[in-house]
């Protein structure tokens, strides 16, 4: 017999199609009065000022090279750069003042050169940002959780974003050691244990966008990350993968920082120039469950991948629907 609508396997196919609805998207950031990644998330193009980043192909010492890599990058859809002067790993000292003297004469010289192209700066430091703030940038990338408390008002003051992160309370440059994410003290019964990060996550998240908004930066501004790598182990980064449906509830913007990272490299046992297809799989669950943008060394790459998840979810038109008219 034909299961009719009313039917038991009626009822559970209707119920599935209603369950399968993809989540909603964590809302746009919206810098200098421009919304980016709204309906598709936004690419985060890399560029480094420094001679020592774990991913060779995109140090950039040499200006011309720089300038080059960002038109790059804006032609292959780039909506942010995002301008980095340390690395982030354990390495030689580089003072706040090497610090500035690699990125912000840098910051100048792309904004000038592309002035309606959104212009991050990946620093912990107070005084880096404020230069750079002074130099055109519209966003201050704090990749170390608030290591130095004065970036926020920075930030504040000087009418740029922020991205608030996680590092698990380790200091910047520093690698993680014997990571442990005890649960949370209010847990409910049946807690997976293994969700513990996701917590600690949330809870530091969620703290540094009260600062931030305390500071006077606008909510929409505010980026959060849960900083996949920093401050934690392999199985924890891709446990943040699996709940991004549930950063992106959080009702700020989030950047998801996949690209090439360790966790991809030691989930796949693949060095950092052969991770791109892993972080390209991470990068399409990522933006399937709501994220909204994307730093990314491989801006074709992950451009593409985000366009063709916009358009399954149905957030996004095909550009040449022709077959079957």
Known sequence: MTATR?????????????????????PGLVLRGRRVGADVPAVMAIVNRTDDSFYAPARYQDDRAA????????????????????????????TPAQEIARVVPFV?????????????????RAEVGRAAADAGADLLNDTWAGADPDLVAVAGETGL??????????????????????PPADAPTGFDDADAVVADVMSTVLAGARR????????????????????????????LVRRTRVLAGLGFPLL??????????ETLDLPVS????????????????????????????????????????????????????
């Open 67 to 94: 300038l080059d890599a960002v038109a790059r990058a804006v032609d292959d859809g780039a909506q942010v750069v995002d301008i980095g002067g340390v690395r982030a790993g354990v390495g030689p000292e580089v």
């Open 212 to 239: 931030a908004l305390e500071a006077g930066v606008p909510r929409e501004a505010i980026l959060v990350d849960p900083t996949h790598d920093f401050g934690k182990r392999t199985v924890d980064s891709l446990r």
């Open 161 to 182: 974003g922020v991205v608030c992160s996680h590092t698990g309370g380790n200091a910047p440059r520093t690698d993680p050691h014997k990571v442990a994410f005890p």
């Open 274 to 325: 052969e991770r791109l297809e892993g972080t390209l799989a991470a990068t399409a669950v990522a933006a399937w469950e709501g994220a909204t943008v994307f730093r990314s060394h491989d801006v074709a790459a992950t451009r593409q991948v985000l366009e063709m998840i916009a358009a399954v979810r149905g957030d996004l038109a095909p550009r040449r629907p022709v077959r079957g008219l």
């Open 6 to 26: 009313s039917s038991g396997a009626g009822e559970r196919f209707y119920a599935a199609l209603a369950s399968s609805e993809p989540a909603p998207r964590a």
């Open 256 to 265: 998801m920082a996949l690209s090439r990272k360790d966790f991809v490299g």
């Open 108 to 124: 100048t010289q792309v904004r000038q050169r592309f002035p309606d192209l959104l212009i991050s700066v990946d620093t912990w």
